[in-house]
């Protein structure tokens, strides 16, 4: 199956910091998407993002599919961004399971 | 409906008790997923419904691990003879297409085995 890795696995920022966390797949993905779980566990959906680049207010995607790896920016960082980034991908369209990385554990200090 | 409902919201199992997790998607939503989340991992696909036809239970653990969905709506996801190593995080997620996933996921059931 797909490996996804993710780095770094561990961020700690000051409030407003930059940050782009990254997301290697180890094949090629047509579903494609990344995810912030808040300290209480739930997993809110950033982007479907399989290809190209998308922006939403400060956090912007960057998928390079050729070269199996996406990107996750989040600019002028807030207390509110903590919490773990998970990128998840999978091989086929939306009846396939995806396959999440490990995360990485955000947290933004005041 | 708003969201995702999964209860209960902790779950405490004595080990060799069978468990049952529920999970209420949103309405309409054909497709619903379980996944497993251990400490500090992510998230791990269990299976898939569309409808009522369970169309992929690939990474149900082990046979102890049963999933249904009897009328395409409500699911349960039943753990018989619960050991420590099913202590996790279980996770529901449904969405409205069958041709690409960005669905919507409950908060999750923290089942711990003691």
């Known amino acids: 199956g797909i490996q996804v890795e993710q780095s770094p696995p561990d961020l700690i920022l000051q409030e407003g910091a930059n940050s782009t966390l990254r997301c290697n797949f180890s094949?090629?993905?047509?579903?494609l998407q990344w995810f912030h779980q808040n300290p209480w566990g739930q997993l809110i959906n950033l982007f479907y993002i399989p290809s190209g680049t998308k922006q939403n207010g400060r956090l912007s995607a960057t998928t390079v599919a050729t070269e199996r790896y996406s990107l996750l920016y989040i600019s002028s960082s807030q207390t509110t961004d903590s919490g773990v980034y998970f990128c998840a991908g999978g091989s086929g369209g939306g009846a396939d399971g995806l396959t999440f990385g490990k995360g990485t554990h955000l947290i933004i200090q005041p | 409906g708003a969201g995702v409902s999964q209860s209960p919201r902790y779950k405490v199992a004595k080990r060799g008790q069978d468990v049952a997790l529920r999970c209420d998607p949103i309405s309409g939503h054909v497709s619903l997923f379980w996944y497993q989340q251990a400490l500090g991992q992510g998230p791990e696909f269990l299976t898939y419904f569309q409808n009522e036809a369970q169309l992929d239970k690939s990474g149900l653990p082990s046979d102890r691990f049963f999933a249904e969905r009897p009328e395409g709506s409500v699911s349960t996801l039943k753990i018989q003879r619960t050991q420590q190593e099913d202590s996790a995080v279980y996770l529901c997620?449904?969405?409205?297409?069958?041709?690409?996933?960005?669905?919507?996921f409950g908060s999750g059931t923290r089942l711990t085995v003691v």
């Open positions: 094949d090629s993905v047509n579903n």
């Open positions: 997620a449904s969405s409205f297409s069958v041709t690409f996933f960005t669905g919507t």
